[in-house]
């Protein structure tokens, strides 16, 4: 039972399907893209998506999250792989995936990377929610390579989406060389964005972790302090309706939610943090034991609550969100209700 004292905080429980790891950014500590003629350079075949899912589904999950390298169409050699599995675009890759997962039972999350207000038209009827990092305002110099990573570029995407009604999730990368002002400012711009468009669910505050190979392997990552600070201004900047996510394979989360951290993300019983892949996922059995006994754990759905409510999905998604969603919008089972 909530009390006033109470702190909710929510979490989806999720597939994480990565697509394809090549990609046209070359992000300084990156140690997820693999260029075209590197052998462990992929892109999913449908099969292996299909055995996914069907696991995602056995095991009570509702979210089929989709990660991607960015336009990695840009390369011949992608695309020569891409039309060996049938495809000639990325988009119509993207869509019957998309397709395959609401047959199998799992709301689709995307995270394609910036795109096109009309990519994203023909994306939103098959997502529950989409995602793009802002990551920061400022031009880094681990963004020099990056055409993707110019900031205007994906202020536009995220403006993109909210004209076009789709529940976003976005957030910042703490610790890639950017300063305190300029989390402010990243902060402010989404504050700003949801305040035009109302369509931000969540933002997530993300550390930096270093990896091997990668030109950041040796950089430091953020101390906690400066996560706790972090997300203390994300709490005091963003609107109330728009949570403050924090990754709990990345971080431990206990003290955070105490300072403004209301959300966990994708926990995922089936699949690797495949970006992240040295950090395996809490179980929500460990999380009770960092999270502290005044808060209470809810499972959700992809797309928040209060967009269920307000009816921000498509036809083809009506009967699954129904099937999936309780009275409230969050996820319809009290056994993953918890009392910490
Ligand atoms: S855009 Fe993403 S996948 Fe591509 S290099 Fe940057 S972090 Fe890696």
């Known amino acids: ?50 055995e996914i899912l069907q696991r995602g589904a056995g095991s009570g999950c509702t979210e089929a999250l989709f990660t991607f390298g960015e336009r990695p169409e840009e390369d011949d050699r992608y695309l020569e792989r891409l039309k060996a599995i049938g495809y000639d675009r990325t988009l119509d890759y993207l869509l019957d995936l998309c397709r395959m997962a609401i047959n199998a039972g799992l709301l689709p999350h995307c995270n394609p990377g910036v795109q096109s ?32 990573k110019i900031p205007q570029k994906r202020i536009e995407n995220i403006a993109h989406a909210g004209k076009l009604k ?115 996922w809490p179980d929500v059995e460990e999380l009770k034991q960092t999270t502290g006994k005044d808060t209470m754990l809810r499972e959700r759905l992809p797309i928040y609550p209060k967009y269920i409510l307000d009816g921000w999905f498509s036809v083809e998604l009506r009967s699954l969100i129904h099937q999936l969603a309780d009275g409230e919008g969050y996820r319809k089972t009290n056994e993953d209700l918890h009392r910490i």
């Open 1 to 50: 039972m909530m009390t006033e004292q109470t702190r909710l905080v929510t979490y989806s429980r999720n597939v994480f399907i990565p697509v394809t790891n090549m990609c046209r950014n070359h992000c300084g500590y990156c140690g997820f893209r693999r260029d075209p003629d590197d052998p462990q350079a992929y892109i999913i075949h449908p099969d292996r998506v299909t």
């Open 117 to 148: 207000y009309e990519e994203l038209a023909l994306l939103k009827p098959f997502n529950a929610s989409m995602g793009l990092m802002l990551e920061t305002t400022a031009r880094l110099q681990v963004h020099d390579n990056s055409p993707g």
């Open 166 to 280: 789709i529940p976003f999730t976005t957030g910042l990368l703490v610790g890639i060389g950017e300063t305190r002002a300029d989390r402010v400012d990243s902060l402010r711009t989404i504050a700003g964005l949801h305040q035009q468009y109302g369509h931000i669910q969540e933002v997530i505050i993300q550390n930096f972790t270093p990896k091997p190979g990668t030109i950041m392997a040796t950089h430091e990552p953020p101390s906690f302090e400066e996560m706790l600070w972090t997300v203390e201004q994300a709490r005091d900047i963003l609107p109330d309706d728009v949570a403050v996510q924090v990754p709990p394979n990345l971080i431990s989360p206990g003290v955070l939610i105490k300072h403004g951290a209301s959300d966990l993300g994708g926990i995922s019983p089936e699949t690797i943090d495949h970006i992240n892949p040295e950090h395996t």
